[in-house]
């Protein structure tokens, strides 16, 4: 069974530009979750999808970031016009709501730099 | 609002002796479901052990834990500690009756293992 799938692995960008990142879930799962990891730290919660809808984005910066689940499969975040700031690993999780084990899986992570 | 803390950024030890790293918590939940994730360089955090049970050892790989409700902690131990067990270890918490809602990460304590 395939894990999580995130692309790209690494981003460098200057502030001001724009990235996306990808997240392939596990098939079937139908909670997404993105977390952002600065270095050094533990991951922190931005945005979580049930299928297609949005259930908490909350701790999403919402003037720069953006995210997206349109078929209740794959999803794109988007961050317009990064900052140093953002430098981080970006981070993709997936699992079956109600699940009584709760488990997220975990991708491999996007490396940002904003230079 | 819930938090995790682990009171040890570092831990340094000689292969083959104990470890044990520090977890409490802060939350509102009744039912609080607590995780440990483990995270070696340049991976994604994987899932170590989990627990919501009160006063009940669980163990995987070596390693075990128990939640005390009373004392609000998730302590990590391990009797032998071996090179390979070198990684960053995350204590988490959830809600067991909101499976879906996503965990809330400590800072997370670097394990380095010597010969």
């Known amino acids: 069974e395939a894990g999580v799938t995130q692309s790209p692995r690494y981003a460098v960008l200057q502030e001001g530009q724009a990235v996306s990142f990808w997240c392939d879930p596990i098939?079937?799962?139908?909670?997404l979750y993105w977390y952002q990891q600065p270095r050094d730290q533990g991951p922190q919660l931005l945005v979580y999808?049930?299928?297609?809808?949005?259930?908490?984005n909350s701790q999403l910066p919402s003037d720069r970031f953006s995210a997206v689940r349109p078929k209740g499969t794959n999803s794109t975040l988007k961050i317009q016009s990064a900052k140093q700031g953002d430098t981080a690993t970006y981070l993709c999780?997936?699992?079956?709501?109600?699940?009584?084990?709760?488990?997220?899986?975990f991708g491999a992570g996007t490396r940002l730099s904003v230079l | 609002g819930d938090s995790v803390t682990q009171t040890e950024g570092l831990v340094t030890l000689t292969e083959g002796l104990p470890v044990m790293l520090n977890c409490t918590y802060q939350?509102?939940?009744?039912?609080?479901?607590l995780f440990w994730y483990v995270q070696h360089l340049n991976e994604s955090p994987r899932l170590l052990l989990k627990?919501?049970?009160?006063?009940k050892r669980t163990e995987h790989q070596g390693f075990h834990a128990t939640l005390h409700k009373s004392s609000s902690s998730f302590h990590l131990q391990k009797s032998s500690a071996q090179l390979s067990d070198s990684a960053l270890y995350y204590c988490?918490?959830?809600?067991?009756?909101?499976?879906?809602?996503?965990?809330?990460f400590g800072l997370g304590t670097r394990v380095s293992v010597f010969p």
């Open positions: 627990s919501f049970t009160d006063n």
């Open positions: 098939s079937g799962h139908d909670t």
């Open positions: 988490a918490l959830s809600d067991r009756n909101n499976y879906a809602q996503g965990l809330t």
């Open positions: 939350t509102i939940y009744s039912n609080p479901f």
């Open positions: 999780a997936s699992s079956l709501w109600g699940a009584s084990q709760n488990t997220l899986y």
């Open positions: 999808f049930r299928d297609e809808a949005v259930i908490d």
